[in-house]
């Protein structure tokens, strides 16, 4: 009897997992989103189709069978939930809200069941909002507190400018010399407000030297002082004896609460008693 039951339990779990191999399931055909489509209006008018100079573009995504739509632009994957979004546009060229058009590239993207997915770019020309720089610091106010060193409290004050000529005409400058036998890191450290690297990657400011080839170190700190965040970069006095702005790029440096920008003339090399102008220090973009 045992025998008996034993052989008919082998026959219904076969009879089961045979049941089982022969049902299957289907999901259908997986099929990516059709009839994908990008329509846009820059808002401008018949003398300047191309927009005025605000970089506002409204677009318009259509697919069929998409589960989701997104914007693509410069890296940057922006979910469109309604087809409808809008987005501003920047240049990094030209005089603040005048620049001519630029080209710009966006690709949109429309997902469907199971990760299918359709894609396509579009280029377009838009006159791009070219953002103002700003000014952190001119000099025409209260002396801000100027810390120097290597060594301490070395000369450093603000004037009426020597040298009203060029690029520069603004009436105070700062005049800083660089003590003979000083530490070839001697430099100024100025609290400022506004740094915002975020939105801004370069800083800039007007330098009158007796020296031409030579570099400078511009660094930015938070309150903490001389820890991370920090951020520093270089730039060459490329001539000497006039007003030239000379630019540093911060668009590498890592997002903080900065407060302090430190300035190095001459950079590593001792100091030998000449004297630096410099004035309006700026970000732009």
Known sequence: MKNIKYIIGIFLAAAFFVGCEEETYEFGALTAPTNLDLSYTIGGSDVNPLGDATGVVNFNISADNALSLRLVYNGVEKVVPKGKTTMAFSSEEGVAGTNGANLYTVTVVAYGVGGTSSSKTYDFEV????????ILEDFEG???????FGPDNHPITVID???ST???KSAKVVEYAKPAGSEGWAGI????????????SKFSLKVYSPKDNIDMVLKVETAAGDVDPKFENFATITKKDEWIEVFFD??????????T?????????????SMYYFDDIKLSK
Request: aromatic share 16%; proline share 11%; hydrophobic share 40%.
């Open 127 to 134: 006159i791009g909002f070219v953002m103002p720089p700003v």
């Open 142 to 148: 209260a002396e801000p507190a100027f810390r120097t």
């Open 161 to 163: 400018n020597p040298f």
């Open 166 to 168: 060029g690029i520069n």
């Open 189 to 200: 450290s100025i609290p400022v407000s506004g740094i915002d690297l975020e939105k801004y």
């Open 250 to 259: 911060f668009s590498e440096a890592p997002v903080g609460d900065y407060s």
């Open 261 to 273: 920008v430190v300035l190095f003339f001459n950079t590593w090399n001792s100091g030998d008693g």
